[in-house]
């Protein structure tokens, strides 16, 4: 039960990474956790063990780290991710 517990929260992270730079994350639900991981890290490197723990991850670090982890993906791949309107 706990894994499916952070994958939700690392989704959730990564969703919400996505909506506050307005672009999409590739990969959909599986790019979203996978940003949520790679920002929980990241965020918890620069930031340290700031804020509420959820399902394992930091709240405040994990979502810094996963938009700067979103925007330097979106500058090297040049995507864009924008959405459809």
Same mark, same amino acid.
């Given at each position: 039960?706990?894994?499916?517990?952070?994958?939700? $929260?690392?989704?959730?992270? *990564?969703?919400?990474?996505g909506? $506050? +730079? #307005?672009?999409?994350?590739?990969?959909?639900?599986?790019g979203?956790? $996978?940003?949520?991981?790679?920002?929980?890290?990241l965020?918890?490197?620069?930031? *340290?063990?700031? #804020?509420?723990? $959820? *399902? *394992?991850?930091? +709240? +405040?670090?994990?979502?810094?780290g996963?938009?700067?982890?979103?925007?330097i993906?979106?500058? +090297?791949?040049?995507?864009?991710?924008?959405?459809?309107?």
């Amino acid at each position: 039960m706990d894994l499916i517990w952070i994958l939700i $929260v690392g989704g959730l992270i *990564g969703w919400f990474s996505g909506n $506050v +730079i #307005g672009k999409d994350v590739p990969g959909g639900i599986v790019g979203n956790i $996978v940003v949520g991981f790679i920002g929980s890290w990241l965020g918890t490197e620069l930031l *340290g063990t700031r #804020g509420p723990l $959820v *399902g *394992g991850f930091y +709240i +405040i670090p994990a979502i810094v780290g996963s938009i700067l982890a979103l925007l330097i993906l979106f500058a +090297i791949t040049r995507t864009g991710g924008y959405r459809k309107r």
